[in-house]
């Protein structure tokens, strides 16, 4: 821990923590549709911890697919005895270690560790707990961040398991670097956005129509980036690439994502199959856990042109770590939720750094927007201090539910305004949808998933 | 899926899932303390399935360390909508399938995959079904294995992910291999049992003369294997292991065991001082998704005449493939709950016997040495066909709770002859440690564990 000023929230106090199971039946139009998530329904396990000391909460959710949410919320709530009554400045003063006493409680931890459930439970945690320290602070997230001293941001970071590949040190140096020309950056984030490509087009689920439809509308809106599912079977990706081609034509750029279908093998032949569709990348070919696996993949498809991407579903930061030495991946996309928090997502953004990938977060998912585009700008703004080769995540539906739903100008996210990180959900929303006793899925399902 | 001989179970399906949190305090005693777990109460998630059209039952459990295991409970819940009202023959008769359908869930995947509590709990239902089987069979569940064709077998295991290291051909060609000789090796080990070592003396929670009593009373017992805790520092891993070597001698086996305590670097320099012990392995010296740190790890000890050990928390066969794969391991702990029963074991045995890399079973926790031999037997029987290097954990707690406790013949486990896997805990154990309402947790705690 270093040696820095004293934070001023010493005294407020965490009072309560309180959880809702919140469902939107997405599934009833598949929006979010592919291969192996053929029917989601986009929920989140929400949190909220009112203090004491102060008239601030803090906010956060990790993000799920219905079915088994409430899983999530009693991993919280076997939590939370190790959040509340504790002291705000005492936390944020030394965050690093208040994210090993939730990942490492000695019993609990035997039912993660750091993955699964349990840390999208811890995730949705932290993620309150920075929405209320940027609360506390009067500023977004991403400022915040901004205006950290270097040795505090490390101080936010649990160092095990990753020292082989980053050292305290070295995240140091590289954040001190950053501090260079920031004020500038930020400027330029303000005038210009960060830039981003949507995936709303592209789901599975969607027929041939409804995906020249939705290509048209986002090209006739600007937009040159694009994602696409795969992996159903070869001809039918087939099918929809080349409709895909023939609207968004071959300047526009491509990306692909098979969720997880394939062996590694098959990751090599299938994506030989689709290689004249010049994709840009392809997504989880295989399993998040296999490594070597994206190892073997990336190699036989370098000669193609076509990079690997995957994290949405990569556990935690010792998988990061891998990916990044074995050379597994060219595009780094860490989750928000999926991740514990920034204390774990900071130290893979500052690795990907290192090891010269550029980090790309998922998103789409409901509150990931609006998460995400913190991580992209903090970035930007103080580690790898460029967009280039680099594109965030976007995807249309569910904003209308939070506070302060993200701004977009063109295809590129604005930073928000509204202190905080997630700032909220409104309680109309949480009402409605939540589960199972809000009025959507207690009285029978109704198409609409907006207020 | 094979063409075999129609099974005989249909029309027997499942009723009910019934699930019970029970808790040992054996946090009392410190039994099972170590340098991550310092006061684990020993548990577990209980499942039992009634089946209509028989009277048979089938019991599972996941193992646990006390706080948790209600979110356990939750994700078995979560998951008895895709068990109850499913039919026993068409289970048994592609297993592999019905693994896949209970672990993929297309919502409920995403707090998973295949790791974490939802695999715990995919675990424990996956550990009922096979005890169900193996009680519809009238066998002991190594007897059941046994009997079963190579193709019956390989139709248990889900193959996806693991196809560049191990394919249903190759593992039905070493399963004939293992058929030769089998009746010899099963009378073998009727009469000479399986080898097995001990961890029961060597907590770290344990003082100095409880740790010398322990050990004098296995080494009168006639015991040669021991395995102990490292990791709380240096000095007092030396002065703990000084105690061993003065009591067991040098001609005696020694292990070590930190629990996942250390870093990459760490973990080297850490064992370079206790390198003059001469244990036979190191196990889990870091993080266990660290399938690159274990083999970095690997390669600087083999010099020192160390090999590196883990898999207790070893998410799943796609992390074991890549232990495999790296030379990262010397010995693979697998774990009858941390991984999706023997539906993902079978596989990672047959991975093993592939590359060469003897298996150890991690037991010890409460119903783990009563599951564990199992595997250890089914790899003696009809893969490795071998007990050299091989050695089984055993733990002396908590054994009395089970209808059919592991038997011992002076260090080696003798086969179970009652039909069944887990057979089954006694309900006035279930009553008694039931969390939280059963009288050891509602009336305060008493220090007893047993009955």
New interface residues.
């Given amino acids: 821990m270093a040696d820095l000023p004293v934070l001023p929230h010493f005294g407020i106090t965490i009072k309560q923590l309180v959880t809702h199971d919140v469902r939107f039946p997405t599934s009833q139009l598949l929006d979010g549709s592919d291969a192996?998530?053929?029917?989601?329904?986009y929920s989140c396990a929400y949190v909220v911890l009112e203090t004491q000391g102060s008239t601030c909460e803090g906010h956060g959710l990790t993000?799920?697919?219905?079915?088994?949410?409430?899983?999530?919320i009693?991993?919280i709530q076997?939590l939370q005895h190790l959040v509340i009554g504790q002291d705000c400045g005492k936390i944020f003063s030394n965050f690093g270690q208040f994210y090993r006493s939730l990942t490492?409680?000695?019993?609990?931890?035997?039912?993660?560790?750091?993955?699964?459930?349990?840390?999208?439970a811890s995730a949705a945690i932290l993620n309150a707990l920075w929405d209320l320290w940027a609360k506390l602070e009067g500023k977004p997230l991403w400022r915040l961040l901004a205006d950290l001293e270097p040795e505090r941001i490390a101080d936010c970071i649990d160092f095990?398991?990753?020292?082989?590949a980053l050292t305290r040190a070295e995240a140091i140096e590289i954040l001190r670097k950053g501090k260079i020309g920031i004020e500038n950056r930020i400027a330029l984030l303000q005038e210009n956005g960060y830039p981003a490509y949507s995936t709303s087009c592209g789901w599975l689920g969607y027929d041939s129509d409804l995906l020249r439809q939705k290509l048209r509308a986002f090209i006739a809106e600007g937009w040159t980036r694009f994602k696409v599912k795969v992996g159903s079977s070869v001809e039918d990706d087939i099918r929809r690439l080349t409709i895909v081609r023939e609207e968004i034509g071959w300047e526009r750029l491509l990306m692909v994502d098979a969720n997880?279908k394939w062996?590694?093998?098959?990751s090599i032949e299938w994506m030989q199959k689709l290689a004249h569709f010049k994709p840009l990348w392809i997504e989880e070919p295989?399993?998040?856990?296999?490594?070597?696996?994206h190892a073997?993949i990336a190699a036989a498809l370098k000669p193609l042109g076509i990079a690997v991407a995957t994290g949405e579903?990569c556990?935690?930061r010792?998988?990061f770590?891998?990916l990044l030495?074995?050379n597994a991946i060219s595009y780094c996309q860490i989750d928000t939720c999926r991740l514990g928090s920034l204390n774990e997502i900071l130290a893979v953004i500052l690795m990907a750094h290192k090891f010269k990938i550029p980090v790309c977060p998922h998103a789409g998912g409901v509150g990931l927007c609006e998460l995400a585009q913190h991580m992209a700008f903090f970035d930007f703004l103080q580690v790898s201090c460029t967009t280039e080769n680099r594109v965030l995540e976007y995807v249309e539906h569910l904003h209308e539910h939070f506070f302060e739903p993200i701004r977009m100008k063109g295809q590129s996210y604005l930073p928000p305004a509204q202190p905080g990180y997630l700032v909220g959900m409104r309680p109309e929303s949480i009402a409605r949808f939540g589960f199972p006793n809000g009025p959507t899925w207690r009285g029978g399902l109704k198409p609409s998933t907006g207020l």
Same sequence: chains 1, 2.
């Fill in positions: 192996m998530h053929t029917d989601p329904d993000f799920t697919l219905g079915k088994g949410t409430e899983v999530v009693v991993a076997a490492s409680e000695s019993q609990i931890r035997w039912i993660g560790p750091e993955k699964g459930a349990l840390h999208l095990r398991y990753i020292t082989d997880q062996d590694v093998q098959e295989t399993s998040p856990d296999d490594v070597l696996g073997t579903q556990a935690n010792v998988i770590k891998q030495q074995a």
